[in-house]
């Protein structure tokens, strides 16, 4: 089972649509939770973190996480093709002192216009 | 305002060549980070460096790789007698603590002809 789990995609949604991506995650032990998104040929972007469970809102974007389930959410509103990139979902916990990043292999976002 | 600086930006080596990466972090950040991406694959760990100091390689393969952060100059991460399996795109990273919000640079590809 990998430690952060994603459905590749692509995930396709039509312009001003939600778009919803998900990911779960198997260590326990977890305590961030980080959504960067990637556009082909580029660098990972932090977009969202959140560390405790709920919702926490950013303009278009929301995250969501519930600890009990391992799972955690990005729900963009008024998807534009400007987003259409691939997500990926990274969690962290203290390992020796620092916090190491394990990221999923990303959703890819399909807005059409 | 310079963002995390990478290069060079491609690499195309011959098997049994040496591969040189070199990373400046962002201004004020004191910890880099380097990861690899293969294709289909998500960002894997590498090695975590603060200046002088490899604090945790636990993702590093034990033999031909090594990297450094010099008290003055960039993060080198270094790559001997490449071999195929060694193409991919290698991220640098830096953060100002440990946050687990990194900066990424553009990336290093890395082409093992």
């Known amino acids: 089972q990998k430690e952060v789990e994603q459905n590749s995609g692509p995930l396709s949604v039509p312009e001003g649509a939600i778009a919803s991506l998900n990911c779960t995650y198997s260590?326990?032990?977890?305590?961030?939770f980080f959504w960067y998104r990637q556009y082909s040929g580029k660098s990972p972007e932090l977009i969202m973190s959140i560390y405790s469970n709920g919702d926490k809102e950013d303009g278009r974007f929301t995250a969501q996480l519930n600890k009990a389930s391992q799972y955690v959410s990005l729900l963009i509103r008024d998807s534009q093709p400007s987003d259409s990139a691939t997500y990926l979902c990274?969690?962290?916990?203290?390992?020796?002192?620092?916090?190491?990043?394990?990221f999923g292999t990303g959703t890819r976002l399909l807005v059409s216009p | 305002n310079a963002g995390v600086m990478q290069n060079p930006r491609h690499l195309v080596r011959r098997r049994g060549q040496e591969a040189r990466l070199r990373c400046s972090p962002m201004?004020?950040?004191?910890?880099v980070y380097w990861y690899r991406q293969l294709p289909e694959e998500g960002l894997k760990f590498m090695v975590y460096l603060q200046k002088e100091n490899i604090i945790d390689e636990s993702g590093m393969p034990k033999e031909r790789f090594s990297a450094e952060f010099p008290k003055e100059g960039p993060s080198i991460l270094r790559i001997q007698q490449v071999v195929r399996g060694d193409s991919a795109a290698y991220f640098c990273?830096?953060?100002?603590?440990?946050?687990?919000?990194?900066?990424f640079g553009e990336g290093s590809r890395l082409t093992v002809l």
């Open positions: 990273a830096s953060s100002v603590g440990e946050t687990g919000e990194l900066f």
């Open positions: 260590d326990r032990v977890s305590q961030s």
């Open positions: 990274a969690t962290s916990r203290m390992n020796t002192g620092f916090q190491k990043l394990v």
């Open positions: 201004k004020g950040h004191s910890h």
